[in-house]
């Protein structure tokens, strides 16, 4: 995995219906035990409100679903929308946990349950059960795909939770999201660029077009493309512009402004094809990541680096570099 990643537009739909608590209200979840699940402004990570689930137990957070011991968690009753679910199918949920205090240190587990039907309600097949250790401020929580396994299931439901967590330990949780798709991409709901809801604002499910490149699926340059970043120019300070008026009798000028111009970076990349055909279609898929007429209107690409304290995205239009240059007598290597 390389530090540096490329937003590749795709559809989505997003079956949560109050994904991030922007109703101002618990609508759809449930707090099971005696813990209490509340609308919070105190931290929020989209919009104004995230839920806040306060722990009255010292239960803990079992993978197996019992209807009486899982507690220390908060559950999204039907996460499947108005979509009916099959046999085989495939669903990923991710959200954004908070880590109070209280938590950091201790294990966060979101999963997904397939419920309804002759069989009592389980983990859907596969691995639909993520685990992470809580951080402080904001994390990223992705499951890996589940599938359904009873073929008379009715819904899925959506499960996060704190295990092992103490009497008064808080956890806030945002922008929950579960698709129908064997992997994860970013947050839809009608409030976000490229979204819109398919129902009632902020409580109904939410549709992100392919046309948009504010939302889709992160792809690593290096793992997915097979083009390594050997050398970044143009990353630090910007360039700047004096805007003068020279004295008509005394030497000099007079600095009226200092202007910020635009910035252009570039990214030296290589790669080694293994064969000619290999290097052509890595470079087929480079070039319609950064192509300005994937999507319309013209819109800006969106690079993620993740080599510094804070991950960074940023918006640029692609100038040049994939022209074409290969190096080698069977020409299986380029830089660009």
Not at 12 to 34: K, L, Q, R
Not at 289 to 294: E, G, Q, T
Request: net charge negative.
């Amino acid at each position: 995995m390389s530090y540096w990643s490329v937003l590749i537009p795709e559809a989505t739909t997003n079956d949560i219906s109050n994904p991030s608590f922007e109703v101002g209200a618990t609508t759809g979840w449930t707090a099971f035990g005696t813990d209490t699940l509340a609308v919070s402004t105190t931290y929020q990570y989209y919009g104004r409100y995230s839920g806040k689930l306060t722990s009255a137990s010292e239960y803990v957070f079992v993978d197996e679903f019992d209807g009486v011991s899982d507690f220390n968690c908060i559950k999204f009753a039907s996460a499947n929308g108005a979509e009916s679910v099959a046999t085989g199918t495939a669903y990923t949920l991710s959200v954004m946990l908070y880590g109070d205090a209280t938590i950091v240190g201790k294990t966060a587990r979101i999963r997904l349950n397939e419920v309804g039907g002759a069989v009592d309600e389980a983990i859907l097949g596969g691995t639909a059960t993520k685990s992470a250790t809580v951080v402080a401020g904001w994390q990223s929580l992705t499951t890996a795909v589940g599938t359904i396994t009873q073929a008379d299931r009715t819904s899925i439901r959506a499960v996060l939770g704190i295990d092992s967590a103490e009497i008064s330990d808080v956890s806030y949780w945002d922008g929950a999201q579960v698709e129908k798709k064997a992997y994860g991409t970013t947050y839809c709901d009608g409030d976000q660029a490229g979204c819109s809801w398919n129902g009632t604002a902020l409580a109904s499910t939410s549709t992100r077009t392919s046309q948009s490149r504010s939302g889709g699926r992160w792809k690593d340059l290096y793992d997915d493309y097979g083009f390594g970043v050997i050398s970044m120019i143009g990353f630090g300070m910007p360039e700047l512009r004096h805007n003068t008026t020279p004295y008509s009798i005394l030497p000099g000028s007079y600095l009226q402004s200092i202007k910020t111009k635009e910035r252009q970076f570039a990214l030296i990349m290589e790669s080694q094809g293994g064969s000619l055909t290999s290097l052509h279609t890595k470079r087929d898929y480079l070039i319609d990541a950064f192509k300005p007429d994937l999507v319309y209107p013209l819109q800006p690409v969106k690079l993620k680096y993740s080599g510094a304290t804070t991950e960074l995205v940023i918006s640029a239009h692609y100038l040049e570099g994939l022209e074409g240059m290969f190096d080698g007598e069977e020409g299986v290597n380029e830089r660009i």
